[in-house]
């Protein structure tokens, strides 16, 4: 069949319409943020059922803790009432792997946080079934162990505990271990009686699962989900998308926001489309008759949601903007972050800035110049760059195997090349400039002399955070005002 992005529904609908639209693939599968999973899933459920609710032809799942066996028993039975039959998976675990026992474990996490434990606790099953763990094991003492590799529980486990909690007072246990993918692979290949339709929601999908091109050979897959990076191309996709929801929400309502409400709005919230729809009802309600909504309403009512990124605090740092780098450390503050977190970024972005401001005031630097442009930094300062990054490489290579051990005496192995693992290096990623220009525009705001004093700074400022009874964010304003003070 095919795979399509949530911005076709309409005219996928559209086709299904015609004669050969055949009434419609056997199964969709639904996936991605939330809020656009379920829009889709219902503008889909309307198509094939005008009236859902209630009615004898449509069953619904959850995804977390039905059976696979089940879920496909109905889609093979014809339903009692004539016509089309629907059954549902919503929220379905099977598309998830171990390695996305991380990211469902993170869920967990700030849905505990934001004091939401039906969906907290579901997660942590998820998890917990992915990774073959119990809740026994979660509960003993080799907790860590048995966490996925690279996932950081944090210092203060007591969110685990509170979820263990949660689980045996409701009597929730971990999903059994079944081939629930392979099961259902064979169905949709075998085929549905005619008019039955399946129909699965997800948050994420392995694409390299055969399932999923099972589902894509036979039916149609729907991709909600939306980039959560924070590259230009990635929020220009969120601004749309939130543009979008903003019209759909207030044009029934007969209400508009202009550019600056919508700009305040988001900078209010960040990506999250939940906590921007429910702001968008409260601000319609707030306006009352009034039409139109503005910056000043969206700042009389509404609290900052949004979870600043930590390059925000250190670029403001690198540009000496003392009063936007007070404002986005008690942000991340507020938001959970440690101080010791704050301060490595801090002493990692400085770090930056003297490696930079080091090749500047080097031989290889003289192509370099306050006011140079971004073409003519590509062609004539990034090449010196990379040579520079080169030979510093070639040079503590050298010192890494003139200070190995050698060889024993007979032995009839080389000494390896030693390979340099080093934070030095300028351009890491030398296909990609920019970050290389902006960083080097950034170092000449400070002089040697400004940097060096930063490290010892730095330096003091851990120990003041470890030892002193002060509060952390008293003793990081003093850094950072000291650090910006020109």
């Known amino acids: ?31 991605g943020e939330d809020l656009l999973v379920a829009g889709v ?50 929220d379905a675990r099977i598309f998830h792997t171990k390695e996305a026992a991380s990211g469902l474990l993170e869920q967990a996490r700030k849905a505990h946080t934001d004091g939401d434990m039906a969906k907290a606790g579901r997660c942590f099953l998820r998890a917990l079934g992915q990774l073959g763990q119990t809740i026994e094991d979660m509960g003993g003492p080799g907790r860590r162990d048995s966490l996925p590799a690279g996932f950081d529980p944090g210092g203060d486990e007591g969110w685990i505990d509170a979820l263990l909690a ?34 699965i929601t997800t948050d994420a999908v392995d694409r390299r699962r055969s399932l999923y091109k099972a589902v894509g050979e036979d039916g149609v897959i729907i991709d909600c989900s939306v980039p959560r990076g924070e590259r230009k191309a990635d929020r220009d996709v969120q601004d749309a998308v939130l543009s979008e929801h903003v019209k759909t929400f207030l044009g029934p309502r007969r209400k508009s926001m202009n550019r600056s409400a919508f700009q305040a709005l988001c900078e209010m919230t960040g990506f999250n489309l939940g906590t921007f729809s429910h702001n968008l009802e409260m601000l319609a ?9 503005t910056a000043g309403d969206v700042q ?12 925000e605090l250190t670029n403001a740092v690198a540009e000496r903007d003392r009063d936007q780098a007070f404002f986005f450390l008690r942000s991340l503050l507020e938001g959970g972050m440690h101080a010791l977190q704050a301060l490595s970024a801090i002493a990692n972005q400085v770090r930056k800035l ?23 930094f590509q062609k004539d300062v990034m090449p010196a760059v ?101």
């Not at 971990?174 to 009686?193: C, H, N, Q, T």
């Not at 990054?389 to 005496?409: F, G, H, K, N, Q």
């Open 386 to 486: 990379v040579q520079h990054d080169r030979e510093l490489l070639t040079l503590l290579e050298s010192w890494e195997s003139d200070l190995a051990e050698p060889p024993v005496a007979g032995s009839k192995k080389k000494r390896a090349k030693a390979k340099v693992a080093t934070e030095l290096v300028l351009a890491r990623n030398p296909g990609n400039a920019f970050p290389v220009y902006q960083l080097i525009k950034k170092s000449d705001g400070f002089s040697r002399e400004e940097l060096l004093r930063a490290v010892q700074l730095l330096s003091e400022t851990d120990s003041r955070l470890k030892s002193s009874a002060l509060d952390a964010s008293l003793i990081l304003e003093r850094l950072i005002w000291q650090i910006c003070e020109k």
């Open 41 to 90: 899933f219902d503008e889909i459920l309307r198509r094939f059922l005008p009236a859902p609710q209630g009615s004898l032809n449509y069953e619904p799942f959850d995804g977390a803790s039905a059976d696979i066996g089940d879920v496909l028993a109905a889609v093979n039975t014809f339903s009692l009432m004539p016509g089309t039959k629907v059954v549902a998976l919503k």
């Open 166 to 199: 949660y689980c045996a007072a409701n009597n929730l246990t971990v999903p059994a271990a079944a081939d629930s993918a392979g099961m259902l692979e064979r169905a949709i290949a075998k085929g549905f009686p005619r008019g039955n339709h399946l129909i």
């Open 300 to 311: 009389a009512v509404l609290t900052r949601s949004k979870k600043d990124p930590i390059y």
């Open 354 to 376: 003297l490696v930079a401001k080091d090749f500047t005031e080097s031989p290889s630097g003289a192509a370099w110049h306050r006011g140079c442009s971004f073409p003519q």
């Open 285 to 293: 309600d707030y306006v009352g008759g009034r039409a139109d909504i």
């Open 1 to 31: 069949m095919a795979e399509i992005s949530y911005q076709q529904l309409a005219s996928h609908l559209k086709d299904l319409d015609q004669p050969a639209g055949g009434g419609g693939p056997p199964v969709y599968l639904i996936h």
